[in-house]
T-cell receptor, first 116, second 117 residues
Framework: AQKITQTQPGMFVQEKEAVTLDCTYD???????LFWYKQPSSGEMIFLIY??????QNATEGRYSLNFQKARKSANLVISASQLGDSAMYFC?????????????FGPGTSLSVIP | NAGVMQNPRHLVRRRGQEARLRCSPM?????VYWYRQLPEEGLKFMVY????????ESGMPKERFSAEFPKEGPSILRIQQVVRGDSAAYFC???????????????FGPGTRLTVL
C-alpha cells in the first residue's frame, strides 16, 4: 500500500498566485513527521517545511505553509505568491515512529510550473 | 559549513563494471542515509548507516549492492556488476546523532547520477 500519495503529477500556477500541492499519507503510528522537499531541475533536494504529528499549529516557513488535517491524513503544501523560481518537483515525505533514526518515505512527487 | 558532499556527480559505467559512490556527511553528522531515485519517480530508501554500522538495509537489493561507513572517510555505496536498471540518481543524506531540533531533518547531498551503458 502507498504510504504517501500525491495525486497531482503536474500543476500550473500563474506567477504571484497561490498554489496548493496535495499530499495524503497512511500510517497507524501515532508519532510521525511530515516533510516537503523541493527538487529543481538541477537535481538537488531542498528541505522546505516540517510538521510533527503532535504539533498543534500548522507549520509555516516564509511563503510555505502546511495545511495539516490529521483526521483526514493530509498534509498539503501551500505556496503563496508563486515565483518563477518555484518551478520544480515537490515531494511530500513521512517519517514514521519515534525511532532513534529517521527513515523517510517519499511520495512520487508533483511537478509545479509557474507561468509568467 | 560545508553541506553533504557526494562524488562523483555523474558516473558512467558499462554493464558488468563496478560503481562506487561516495558521500561525506555534514560536519558533526554521524547518521548517513542512501536513497535511489529512478527517472520520473520519488526517492526510495536504501540503507541507513552510523559509523561502522549498518542499522537498516531493508531497502537495499540483496545482491550486488553494499554500503559502508567506516570510522574514517566517507560512506561508500558500491554496486557490483552494474546493469542498465541501476541507472538512477543516488542521493545521500545525513543527520546529527542527537535531536538538535524536534525533527532531526535530513540534509541531502547533490546526488550522483549513474548511467549504465
Amino acid at each position: 500500500a502507498q504510504k504517501i500519495t500525491q495525486t497531482q503529477p503536474g500543476m500550473f500556477v500563474q506567477e504571484k498566485e497561490a498554489v496548493t500541492l496535495d499530499c495524503t499519507y497512511d500510517t497507524s503510528d501515532p508519532s510521525y513527521g511530515l516533510f516537503w522537499y523541493k527538487q529543481p531541475s538541477s537535481g538537488e533536494m531542498i528541505f522546505l517545511i516540517y510538521q510533527g504529528s503532535y504539533d498543534q499549529q500548522n507549520a509555516t516557513e516564509g511563503r510555505y505553509s502546511l495545511n495539516f488535517q490529521k483526521a483526514r491524513k493530509s498534509a498539503n503544501l501551500v505556496i503563496s505568491a508563486s515565483q518563477l523560481g518555484d518551478s520544480a518537483m515537490y515531494f511530500c515525505a513521512m517519517r514514521e515512529g519515534a525511532a532513534s533514526y529517521d527513515k523517510v518515505i517519499f511520495g512520487p512527487g508533483t511537478s509545479l510550473s509557474v507561468i509568467p | 559549513n560545508a553541506g553533504v558532499m557526494q562524488n562523483p556527480r555523474h558516473l558512467v559505467r558499462r554493464r558488468g563494471q563496478e560503481a562506487r559512490l561516495r558521500c561525506s556527511p555534514m560536519k558533526g553528522h554521524s547518521h548517513v542515509y542512501w536513497y535511489r531515485q529512478l527517472p520520473e519517480e520519488g526517492l526510495k530508501f536504501m540503507v541507513y548507516l552510523q559509523k561502522e554500522n549498518i542499522i537498516d538495509e531493508s531497502g537495499m537489493p540483496k545482491e550486488r549492492f553494499s554500503a559502508e561507513f567506516p570510522k574514517e572517510g566517507p560512506s561508500i555505496l558500491r554496486i557490483q556488476q552494474v546493469v542498465r536498471g541501476d541507472s538512477a540518481a543516488y542521493f545521500c543524506a545525513s543527520s546529527p546523532a542527537s535531536r538538535q531540533s524536534n525533527y532531526n531533518e535530513q540534509f541531502f547531498g547533490p546526488g550522483t547520477r549513474l548511467t549504465v551503458l
